[in-house]
């Protein structure tokens, strides 16, 4: 068991996702081909895919995890397609927003003030919403940098 967070662009060693073909609920294991088959099967596609969906949610595992498993595990473990990161280089952007507000950190409680754009992309058919990496910088350093004091000595020349 991971004791550090997985990055986006990771693959779990196992995740649940469903047959495309057949709806079936199945078990991933990173590096193996082909998959096995879950004992929480309710042979309906929708129920097996929210059963999927929230179990990996729980572990953190993003839905583009769950498709580059899938896919490395159908056309092997070296198609771009089994690569997490493919899948983000491949978004389309689709337009920005200004937003002002509050945004909450989701692990320490905090709301972060925010005057910035909201980036939307599309990735494998879903909208997702960014922020650009420079207001990240902002809010993670913003308190730690301060302007130094001013001194109230005067530098001169050599005497």
């Avoid at 068991?1 to 078990?27: A, H, K, V, Y």
């Avoid at 493919?86 to 925010?114: C, E, F, T």
């Avoid at 909208?127 to 730690?144: A, C, K």
Wanted: charged share 25%; proline share 6%; with cysteine.
């Amino acid at each position: 068991m991971r004791n550090e967070p997985m990055r986006r662009n990771e693959l779990p060693e196992t995740c649940f996702s469903i047959l495309p073909s057949s709806g079936q609920l199945i078990i991933i294991r990173c590096g193996e081909r082909g998959y096995y088959p879950s004992e929480w099967d309710t042979g309906k596609r929708e129920e097996n895919r929210e059963i999927a969906s929230s179990h990996n949610a729980r572990r953190g595992i993003t839905d583009i995890q769950e498709a580059a498993m899938l896919a490395g595990s159908m056309f092997g473990w070296n198609t771009p397609g089994a690569n997490p990161q493919w899948y983000l280089d491949n978004a389309r952007y689709v337009n920005s927003n200004i937003v002002q507000g509050h945004i909450k950190d989701p692990i320490m409680s905090v709301y972060y003030p925010v005057s910035s754009f909201l980036l939307r992309y599309e990735i494998m058919g879903k909208q997702h919403f960014y922020l650009p990496i420079s207001f990240i910088f902002t809010v993670t350093s913003g308190n730690r940098l301060k302007r130094p004091k001013k001194s109230s000595k005067r530098v001169t020349g050599s005497k």
